[in-house]
């Protein structure tokens, strides 16, 4: 029987699809890296490919592997990836990498109109100790209507979750309005890690001259200890989103 565990380290990041600020170059060996070094438990991924067909042949370097498994690596022994958009030369989406066991996941569509597709990938963790684990994995819509249903949808799942569960909601907001923050927040009984120990949101978008307060991590049922923004190089250059890093105690 494996040991019980204490806390559990959180990574939340927009892969932007494996391409540095405006597609200039693909860098997603180089973000595995960056990825690898945080040593983080659990990782949340937004714009992550599952296929690309054209991106394959193109890059030398683009792996064989869907992205998602390509990160996981040998670190990570447990992945779900929630397809959300596809197109006729692949698709991409949200994933989550675990070393803990993934007991089951889904992905529920909340794309509300048009063609902009999202999901929220829900998945459920093994935690020694601890019994199950709910992460959610979040990437809202570009529009202000779309969001505010959206989070609707995401304080319905929770409130379906069993009240004692641990739960962890992270990802890329996209609430540049900060409109989402407080509906969630009073609807799912969950808090922002960012904004209990420092007062606000984290700044994380755009990367290098991070202005507006995109990226979050939500808890319930577990305690946060020194949320980071990874704001240093490499970071600043491997996406157009800083990535965030939380310590859980359980």
């Known amino acids: 029987m494996a040991s019980a565990v204490d806390s559990i380290r959180v990574l939340t990041v927009n892969t932007h699809k494996g391409f540095t600020t405006f597609n200039r170059r693909f860098i997603l060996p180089e973000l595995r890296e960056a ?6 438990d659990v990782v949340f991924l937004q714009e992550v490919h599952g296929t690309h067909e054209r991106h394959a042949l ?16 040998s670190i990570w ?5 929630g397809r959300n958009a596809v197109y006729p030369d692949g698709d991409h989406g949200n994933a989550l990498l675990s ?20 999901g929220l990938l829900h998945s459920v963790l093994e935690v020694p100790g601890h019994g199950e684990l709910h992460a959610i994995c979040v990437h809202l819509g570009l529009r202000e209507v779309h969001r505010q249903q959206q989070i609707r949808l995401l304080c319905d799942l929770v409130l379906s979750l069993p009240s004692d569960a641990p739960v ?18 009073e609807c799912a009984g969950v808090y922002e890690v960012f904004e209990r120990a420092n007062g606000q949101l984290a700044k994380s978008f755009p990367a290098r001259c ?14 946060a200890r020194e949320p980071r923004i990874l704001g240093n190089k490499p970071w600043t250059h491997l996406s157009d989103h800083l990535p965030l890093a939380v310590e859980l105690q359980l």
């Open 77 to 81: 022994t447990d992945f779900a990836y």
């Open 99 to 118: 070393k803990f066991p993934i007991l089951r996941y889904e992905n529920l569509d909340v794309s509300i109109a048009g063609p902009e597709r999202r």
């Open 168 to 185: 962890v909601i992270a990802g890329d907001f996209n609430d540049w309005r900060l409109k989402a923050n407080t509906p969630l927040t």
């Open 210 to 223: 991070p202005m507006l307060r995109l990226d979050r991590i939500y808890v319930r049922n577990a305690t």
């Open 58 to 73: 193109r890059f030398h370097d683009w792996p064989k592997t869907p992205q998602y498994e390509f990160l996981a690596d």
């Open 35 to 40: 990825v690898r070094a945080v040593s983080a």
